[in-house]
């Protein structure tokens, strides 16, 4: 943010104000009036030097809570009581355009006069951009927690298959033990052959 320090003389304030890339407001310090403004104002918000001469901050701000004239005054107010401060502002031009600001405050001495000295920065695309990022920011999460979601339904999916092989698996096991236990002399091979067919199809599975 682009700063006024040491304005003590008028001339100094005069080479500041000019050359100056933001738009700069001089405000009384008890009443906050603006008092003068410089070309890049003139510029950013569309009104002439006199015209801007006869304006309130109200006029210059959207108008709804908190960009108000009441809470322009407020931020006047704390920055008479000591801390020069810093915030962002939603900014309304002559042809009626809200847009972005970052206002920073201090007090100055102009002229021998104190003053209130409001720097004005329009931030509109750094805004923007940070809007993007946070849409960004949703739709990967919202991405994120589809990948999961379907992670978790594959999970199911593979349960429920192995659960369904181990079932039926289960079932021809169960009545190749009872066939052998029905007649203890026959061959045991067709139940390990049974279990090594299910072994593999969970395996398959598994691996799938």
Not at 55 to 64: M, N, P
Not at 98 to 103: A, G, H, K, R, Y
């Amino acid at each position: 943010m682009a700063s006024a320090p040491g304005i003590q003389t008028a001339a100094s304030y005069r080479a500041i104000f000019d050359s100056a890339n933001d738009a700069i407001f001089v405000h009384d310090l008890q009443t906050g009036a603006i008092l003068d403004v410089h070309h890049k104002m003139t510029e950013m918000y569309g009104y002439t030097i006199e015209e801007a001469r006869q304006l309130d901050v109200e006029v210059l701000s959207a108008g709804t809570p908190p960009y108000t004239q009441q809470a322009a005054v407020q931020w006047l107010k704390k920055t008479l009581d000591g801390e020069p401060q810093l915030f962002e502002w939603l900014a309304k031009d002559k042809a009626g355009r809200l847009f972005w600001v970052e206002v920073n405050i201090k007090r100055a001495t102009i002229g021998g006069a104190e003053r209130l000295i409001a720097i004005v920065r329009d931030i509109t695309r750094r805004k923007r951009v940070e809007g993007d990022l946070r849409r960004s920011e949703g739709e990967l999460r919202a991405l994120a927690g589809r990948l999961i979601s379907a992670k978790e339904e594959e999970n199911r999916r593979l349960a429920r298959e192995l659960h369904d092989v181990f079932s039926q698996r289960l079932a021809v096991l169960a009545m190749d033990v009872s066939a052998i236990e029905k007649n203890p002399n026959s061959s045991s091979d067709h139940l390990r052959e049974s279990l090594q067919r299910m072994g593999a199809e969970i395996g398959s599975l598994a691996a799938d």
